[in-house]
Every structure is written in C-alpha cells, then in structure tokens.
C-alpha cells in the first residue's frame, strides 16, 4: 500500500512517501509527478517501508526530469536501509553527476 | 515458422478477444521456454570447482540474469544481473543484457572491462526506456584459485570460507547498467581456497516476505548456506529454495529469485580435462 502526501508552495513540490514503492504501486507514485510551474522537488522517504527496483527507477525518471528541466530534487529522511540501497545501485552518483552537468 | 490456424480467426480475419488471449498465452509460454533453455543452458564444468545455478521468475517469465561464459584463458566468467521491474518488460531488457555480456566477454581483458563495455552498448536503450540492470561480474581461474570481479549496482555475493562469512572481502560498488554514460568499473581480488563457497543472489531471495510480512534477509541466507557448507553446490542450491519456500509458507513469490553457486573444491569432481575447464548440460 501507496499514500503519497502532495504540497505545493510557490514553485516548491514536495512529496512524502508512505508505505511501499514497488512495482504494484509505482502508478500512485506517478500520478503525482507534474512538474509545470515547479522550480525544485523534494521527495521525503521517513514513512516509506520498503522500495524495489521499479521504485527505484520511479525516483531515477525524477532526478532526471529535474535535470532536463532545471528542476532541482532532494531526497530527504532516507533509512539506512533505503540509504545502502541507494549507495550501492548507484542513485547518489546518478545525482551528483547530473548536478555537475554533462550528461 | 508457426502460422496461425484458421480456427483463431473469425470470419472476418480478425481474432476474437478471446483468441487473443489465448494466442497471448501460447506466446508467453513459448517465451518462458526460450528464457528457461537460456538460462538453465550449459554450466561451466572444473575440476577445481563446482558451478550452480538457478533463476525462477515470480511471473511466467522474469528479469533476473545469471550465466557463465568459460574464457580462453581457462577462467570461468560468472555475471549475475537484475533488471528493473518483473514480467515481459523485464524479461526483454534481460535478453538484450545477455547478448551484451557474451559479446563483451569475447573482447574484454577482467569483470570491470566486461561490465563497462556492457554499459556503453545498452546505455542509450536503457535510458531511452527509462530502464536499468543491475549486474556483479566475476572471472575465477580455476588454476590459481584467483577470483576477481566488478560490480555495477549488485549486492556483493556472500563468501564462506571454514563454515562463517568472509568480512573483508574487498567491497566495490559502480553504478548500475543504465544509469551513467562512460562508466569504468573497478576490478578488486581475492584468493579463494579449497571448500571456500561463493554465493551469488538477487534481491528476489532476501526480500522474499512471511505471511507477517517479516523478510527472509541476508543473515537467513548466511545461516542456511553456513548450516550446509559441507554439501555440493547443487545441493545448497536446492536446500536454500526450500529454506525460502518454507519461509515464505506457500504465499506467491513477489520478484524473481537467483542464485548462483561456486564452490571450491576437487573432491566431489571427475576429471574431463587437465587444462581447461568445459561446458556440458
């Protein structure tokens, strides 16, 4: 089970993830994806139990759609266990080489 | 070639959704058959070693990966791969990462070459579809005993030696296929010993679920393969997936489940060849 809390302020987007990103539930996640008018995204993961690779790709597509779209993303209240994940597929140089440019 | 009989037409030429599906089903059983004869094909054989492994999909068909490709060297290449996702999707970019791998292997010097020009060949089509693999590339001679290997976005395989884990196996990480253009991945090394145990796996084992949701994990799996370090790598094989099926109590697998054993050891081995390792089925 999916619940995502969606704020919008200004031109901020912020997303809160709560329960499990996966393969079933990857279309809830995508449903709140608009990035018109959004100058910077952030995704909170605190409440999130568990995430596969399909999630995983999910937050990949933002990171990369904020870079194609001057957006910048953060990825907030990561577990350690999301953390590792993260570490070993590889997200964070995914995300610090976008940041730097030239991809 | 296998043409449509004219019982899946209606009289106009055009099947029924009813026939559709059933054509649909033939389709992803053939498929299923093409992936299983794939992966389950020839398995390296040593004299200094015994090779597993085994890959069964939660659905008709899945996106793990495992295979072996004997080197002219006399090493074995063992890789080890996830891609994102489950099902059809899955099991295509599967396909697409096989036909890099054995092409790669044919041109490349070590795991880290292997896994970086496995990279710059599916990139473009990885990120077109917004896709990636994760993959753990390893060679072992099985002269030397010399185990290297290289990683892009895998969990480390688990390493036995004397009944516990090895700890200080060097760790190496790189990002997975798909992510990042250009990439070069680090070869580390280690020396494995008689009755010294190499378990690859996919995340399909750690994360399979209990009816309370609890998860199998990697310190299960490290007990169950330290409990049975003594028996031949098929047999680990076999007691691991019913030490996960038990686990699970009959509830549907969720991922794709993978595994792939190397054990070091002369004993239960028959000689075929002095020098050089072979394939059989």
């Known amino acids: 089970m999916l619940t995502i809390n969606k704020l919008i302020v200004d031109s901020k987007l912020t997303l809160s993830i709560k329960g499990v990103l996966d393969y079933a539930s990857i279309d809830i996640f995508h449903e709140h994806i608009d990035i018109i008018g959004i100058t910077k995204i952030i995704i909170y993961f605190k409440e999130m139990e568990f995430?596969?690779?399909?999630?995983?790709?999910?937050?990949?597509?933002?990171?990369?759609?904020?870079?194609?779209?001057?957006?910048s993303v953060e990825l907030e209240d990561l577990s350690e266990e999301a953390k590792e994940i993260f570490d070993i597929t590889g997200v964070f140089q995914i995300q610090e080489a976008l940041r730097k440019g030239g991809i | 070639m296998i043409f449509p009989k004219d019982d899946d037409n209606n009289s106009d030429g055009v099947q029924t959704s009813e026939e559709m599906g059933k054509t649909l089903q033939r389709e992803i059983h053939m498929a299923r058959n093409i992936q299983m004869k794939l992966l389950n094909g020839e398995k390296p054989y040593s004299t200094n070693g015994q090779f597993s492994g085994i890959s069964i999909p939660a659905r008709l068909i899945g996106g793990d990966y495992y295979d072996f490709y004997p080197l002219y060297n006399g090493k074995i290449r063992i890789i080890i791969g996830d891609v994102m996702g489950k099902g059809i999707p899955a099991a295509m970019l599967m396909i697409l990462t096989r036909g890099a791998f054995r092409s790669a292997s044919e041109s490349t010097q070590s795991p880290g070459e292997t896994i970086s020009a496995m990279n710059n060949a599916i990139y473009r089509d990885l990120r077109t579809l917004s896709s990636f693999v994760t993959v753990f590339c390893a060679d072992w001679d099985p002269h030397t005993g010399e185990f290297t290997y290289a990683n892009a976005g895998h969990s480390l395989p688990v390493f036995l030696r004397k009944g516990v884990e090895l700890q200080d196996v060097p760790q190496t990480k790189g990002v997975m296929l798909g992510g990042l253009p250009d990439q070069r991945y680090e070869d580390e090394s280690i020396l494995l010993h008689d009755h010294d145990l190499v378990f690859f796996y996919t995340d399909g084992i750690v994360e399979a679920k209990n009816r309370t949701g609890e998860m199998f994990k990697l310190a299960r799996l490290v007990h169950v393969l330290e409990e049975n370090l003594e028996q031949d790598a098929s047999e680990i094989e076999r007691i691991v997936v019913e030490s996960i099926t038990q686990f699970t109590q009959g509830l549907p697998q969720r991922d794709d489940i993978t595994m792939v054993t190397l054990k070091i050891g002369k004993e239960k081995s028959e000689i075929v060849s002095i020098n050089c390792p072979v394939l059989r089925s």
């Open chain 1, 51 to 71: 995430i596969d690779s399909t999630g995983i790709g999910a937050i990949l597509e933002v990171i990369h759609l904020g870079n194609e779209n001057n957006i």
